[in-house]
Each structure stands twice: as structure tokens, then as C-alpha cells.
């Protein structure tokens, strides 16, 4: 593994990260496929037309369906999909303590309910770990609690301790598992989690420790979970200057189009969501001007595509009255071209963003997008 930042404009940084499955270019947002595909109807190689760098699994549900020993006997996550690209799995600790119901935490781990049948599971750092190592992603992330926001100072302080304990057993756990004969990526690399709610007292504190760990990147979690943007802002921007400069950094779970741009202006260079994809299966689209909700009337007898500045498949195929009309039949295409614009526009937003850090620009990006990108464009 490698990462270099090849330039910076204030606290924004461009960068390149290798990895055992190809270079990243960064900043760089990571496509959603929660159970080894995208919700919508895109395969591996829809991706690769909508230039996608990194596709994003989770840890939780594949452990559920269809069990991470079944994806380890058909060759890791990589072959079972026929994604050649970089992976980057979760833990599953988000989803534990959001979709799990009746769970215990104690300090192995957590005993929890499947939000599918009922049954009773345990998942702790070696757990996960284990089932990372099945999936053969090239970046496990360390297993850890998010706590609610708001939630009380001491108990976040508690939580953030225990998280700790659980890295270290985390990066014991799989240092073994790489070394063993047969692993599916013996280059499997593991990121912390920076951990303390709101608490920028114990974001800090938490961020010193885990950075003399000297792990290969470095996760800021536990945000966009309810509270303010200004809020996020303000943890990034009292995290960041401790967060060591030479390992990439990722802000998980963020965001709109603004979240972004305002996140890479803080020195974030991974970020992941499921909102372009999630909206855009409510005909929530993204375009240069502004989001639109393809649903409203005024779309029926509308010959232009999504977004007139758009390249992507989509937009050079078909027009606004077209896919309206698809969302009003209940035809499943209408997700599939919905899907695939808004990733599209998603990846095509950090290929400008990097475009404008090269050429020294970025605040200038900034100036004109942030804000502007999320508001509804006025029909």
C-alpha cells in the first residue's frame, strides 16, 4: 500500500492511493454496493462505464446472506461479483447498532438479533475481522461502537475507550488471518475509526491515540447521523490537524454534493453514501444546476435529458418525459438509469474536484458548487 499527496490548496489535498486491486486517484467517493451490488440494477461492469474507482461492501449483511464463508469458497468478494477493482468493506459496527434489534455490548463484542430472521449473533473485532478476511477486500474497517448523537458525555467517552481496545485486538486479529495459508488477500489493509460523538475533546484525544498505531489510513465515523452540518464541520476541521498527514483519510457515510466539496476542502480524501443512489430511486436526480424531482408534472412532456450538461449513458440516450413515465408505470428501468445518472454525477463531481485541485482552482469550485449543487433547481 501506498499514498502520496501529490498537491494541496489550503487544507484540500490531492492524492494517490495503491492498493493490491489498482491506484486511486483522490479525493475519491466509493459506489455503494451493500451486499456485492448497487442497488438499481447495476452490475461490476456498469460501473466501470460510470467511472467508478472503489466499490464499498458491507460486512454486516453479507455476514447474513449470502454468509462470508460461501463468498471465501468462490474466490473473495472480487470474483464473486467480477468487480477488478479496489473493495472496501465496513465492519458492520454501523449497522449492528442500527439495525440490530435486542443487542447486549459488553466488552467482547455484541450479541445482537438479525434484522432478517431473528437469530442470535455475535460480532466483536475478531468476528469481524474473520468475515473481512473472508471477503477479501482490500481495506477492512476496524470494528467499533457509533453512538447516537446526541448521547451522554461519559457514556461517549466509555464507548470511545472501548473502541480502542477493539482496534488493537483488530489489527492482532488480522495480521494473523493475512499470514495464514490461503488468505484471500494476504494485502488486505486495516483503518481505524476516529470515535467521541460530538465531543471534539474526545474526537481529538481518540484521533492521537490511534494515530500512533501508524495504520494505513484513518476513518472519521460516528458523523452525519442527525446533527448539524456545521457540527460535522467543526469535528473534521478539530480532527484533522491530527490525523497523520501521510495516510489517507476517510469521512464515512457523507454525503451530498456539498458535504463532499466542503469535506475535501477540510483535507478529507475518501468518502462514501448511499444517497445517490437511495434518491435517485425516488427520481431525486442531481444535475449541475441543481436537484430535481423527475416525478412532478412539469417533467411529462420534456425532451431533454436530466442534465443538459451531463455525458453520462443516460443523458446522451434519454429525456426527462421518458423517464418520468417509467417511474409512473413502475417500470424497474426507471431505477436502473436513475441510479446510474446519479453515480455517474457523483464520480464526474470528484473528477472535477481533482481537476480544480491540479490546476490550483479548487476555492474557486468551491465558491461557484458548494450550497448550489443540493438546492432544488426552480422548474
Known amino acids: 500500500m501506498s499514498f502520496k499527496v501529490i498537491k494541496t490548496e489550503d487544507r484540500a489535498r490531492r492524492g494517490e492511493f495503491t492498493c493490491a486491486h489498482g491506484t486511486v486517484q483522490t479525493p475519491v467517493f466509493m459506489n455503494v454496493g451493500t451486499q456485492a451490488a448497487i442497488k438499481g440494477g447495476l452490475s461490476a461492469h456498469d460501473l466501470k462505464n460510470?467511472?467508478?474507482?472503489?466499490?464499498?461492501?458491507?460486512?454486516?449483511?453479507?455476514?447474513?446472506?449470502?454468509?462470508?464463508?460461501?463468498?471465501?469458497?468462490?474466490?473473495?468478494?472480487?470474483?464473486?461479483?467480477?468487480?477488478?477493482?479496489?473493495?472496501?468493506?465496513?465492519?458492520?459496527?454501523?449497522?449492528?447498532?442500527?439495525?440490530?434489534?435486542?443487542?447486549?455490548?459488553?466488552?467482547?463484542?455484541?450479541?445482537?438479533?438479525?434484522?432478517?430472521?431473528?437469530?442470535?449473533?455475535?460480532?466483536g473485532p475478531e468476528e469481524s475481522m474473520t468475515i473481512q478476511a473472508n471477503l477479501g477486500s482490500d481495506i477492512a474497517m476496524a470494528f467499533d461502537e457509533c453512538v447516537e448523537n446526541p448521547s451522554p458525555y461519559e457514556y461517549v467517552k466509555q464507548s470511545v475507550q472501548r473502541t480502542e481496545r477493539w482496534l488493537e485486538r483488530c489489527i492482532v486479529h488480522l495480521d494473523k488471518l493475512r499470514r495464514e495459508e490461503g488468505a484471500v488477500n494476504p494485502n488486505q489493509m486495516l483503518f481505524g475509526i476516529n470515535q467521541g460523538g460530538t465531543f471534539k475533546d474526545l474526537r481529538v484525544e481518540n484521533m492521537k491515540r490511534i494515530a500512533k498505531l501508524d495504520l494505513p489510513g484513518y476513518a472519521i465515523g460516528g458523523l452525519a447521523v442527525g446533527e448539524p452540518a456545521e457540527v460535522m464541520y467543526e469535528i473534521i476541521e478539530a480532527v484533522g490537524p491530527f490525523a497523520p498527514a501521510d495516510k489517507p483519510r476517510y469521512l464515512m457515510g457523507v454525503g451530498t454534493p456539498t458535504n463532499i466539496i466542503e469535506g475535501v476542502a477540510r483535507g478529507v480524501d475518501f468518502f462514501d453514501c448511499v444517497m445517490p443512489a437511495r434518491n435517485a430511486r425516488h427520481a431525486k436526480l442531481n444535475t449541475w444546476g441543481g436537484t430535481i424531482n423527475l416525478k412532478n408534472a412539469c417533467y411529462e412532456t420534456d425532451p431533454r435529458p436530466i442534465d443538459p450538461l451531463c455525458d453520462c449513458p443516460v443523458c446522451r440516450s434519454y429525456s426527462r418525459a421518458y423517464i418520468r413515465h417509467l417511474f409512473k408505470a413502475d417500470e424497474i428501468l426507471a431505477l436502473r438509469l436513475s441510479v446510474m445518472h446519479n453515480l455517474y454525477f457523483y464520480n464526474s463531481l470528484m473528477v472535477k474536484i481533482r481537476a480544480a485541485l491540479d490546476e490550483g482552482t479548487f476555492a474557486d469550485f468551491r465558491a461557484k458548487y458548494s450550497g448550489m449543487l443540493d438546492s432544488r433547481v426552480k422548474e
Not at 464473486?80 to 447486549?104: C, E, H, Y
Request: charged content about 25%; aromatic content about 10%; overall charge positive.
Open 50 to 123: 460510470i467511472g467508478c474507482q472503489v466499490e464499498l461492501s458491507n460486512t454486516y449483511h453479507l455476514h447474513l446472506r449470502p454468509g462470508d464463508e460461501i463468498v471465501r469458497k468462490m474466490g473473495g468478494l472480487h470474483k464473486f461479483m467480477n468487480w477488478d477493482g479496489p473493495i472496501l468493506t465496513d465492519s458492520g459496527g454501523f449497522q449492528v447498532f442500527s439495525l440490530a434489534k435486542l443487542r447486549k455490548i459488553t466488552e467482547e463484542g455484541v450479541s445482537f438479533a438479525s434484522h432478517i430472521d431473528g437469530r442470535r449473533i455475535f460480532m
